[in-house]
């Protein structure tokens, strides 16, 4: 009668774990797809209706991880950590966290995360100052950090100011632009805004001859307000990874140079270290034009993205 019993059980964990999974199909298919938003919508429904377990507790709080949604990421992740995680999870949680002021139980997070990955750079920087944040709020206030005029309610990041008195930015805010799964915000931009004498920013306007269908962004202009290096999506070169049990298609951001005539930005050009195996982005040129600072998680590096540099000659470029 035992053994029974313990067959019985088995049969029916079993076919609990199989409907979770058929359950979480949907939700799954559009998390690998990247559109957390909607993901993060159809994990809920499975929380909601009592079919959850850890494993839609995890996919939930990673999806508002990486839509930034900082108080529903902390939510279901303190749901997740209920039982032993990975480093990376208490490394996640922690961040979130921070973000929402929550310093002792990210420390608290943090250490849990320095126990499981104590080589890890990111636990010997924590291990070595645990105590930094009375240090952060002893230093002496050197500016103030005010709303600019040209914010939007979208996505606006990546400011440049140029010697001409222009700042170039990237932003969401053209709703008549497609939105994209990962966040539901219409596709990046490339804009350009007036910097004028009493501090303040306006007039801003999305730059001509640059912008494509893609996200672009964001940029850095050369000191003599010559020379732009942005990022944009390899779809524009025709290249790109299918995935045909997603039925998607994969680009990555590649680097490109532009250069100004008149007011104008022409001869954009795709930066010759592209690679469709991996991204290049976050482009930063040095003052005298001749090192060209990036983010990549191409091979080589410490993992996951890392900043590199390459030299640049005109149109020539070193090896990164």
Known sequence: MRKLYITLSFVMVSGILSAQNQYTKAADKLFDRYEYVDAAKEYL??????????????????????VFNTKEAVKWYAKVVEQKQD??????????LKAEGNFN?????????????????????????PNYLPELKGQTKLYDIAKSD???????FGAVLTNDNNVYFSSSRNNSRKTNGWNEEPYLDIYK??????????????????????????????????????????????EF????????????????????????????????FNNKAYDVRNPSISKDGKTLYFSSNMPGGFGGEDIWKVSVNGDEYGTP
């Open 150 to 156: 040209v914010s939007s309610d979208k996505t606006d």
């Open 241 to 272: 990874t299918k995935d045909k049990p997603k039925n998607a298609k994969f680009g990555k951001i590649y680097l490109y140079k532009a250069t100004k005539e008149g007011d104008k930005w022409v001869n954009a050009k795709p930066l010759p």
């Open 87 to 96: 480093a990376e999870t208490y490394y996640k949680y922690a961040q979130m």
């Open 193 to 238: 805004a007036t910097y004028n004498a009493n501090g303040t920013i306006s007039d801003a306007v999305a730059v001509e001859n640059i912008n494509t269908k893609w996200h672009d962004g964001p940029a850095s202009i050369s000191s003599d307000g010559t020379t732009m290096y942005y990022g944009s999506e390899s779809f524009n070169e025709k």
């Open 105 to 129: 139980e990210s420390d608290k997070q943090m250490q849990q995360f320095a126990q499981l990955a104590p080589n890890d750079q990111r636990a010997k920087a924590f291990v070595s100052k």
């Open 45 to 66: 429904k499975l929380a909601e209706g009592n079919k959850a377990d850890s494993y839609v507790y995890k996919q939930l709080a990673e999806s508002y991880y990486n």
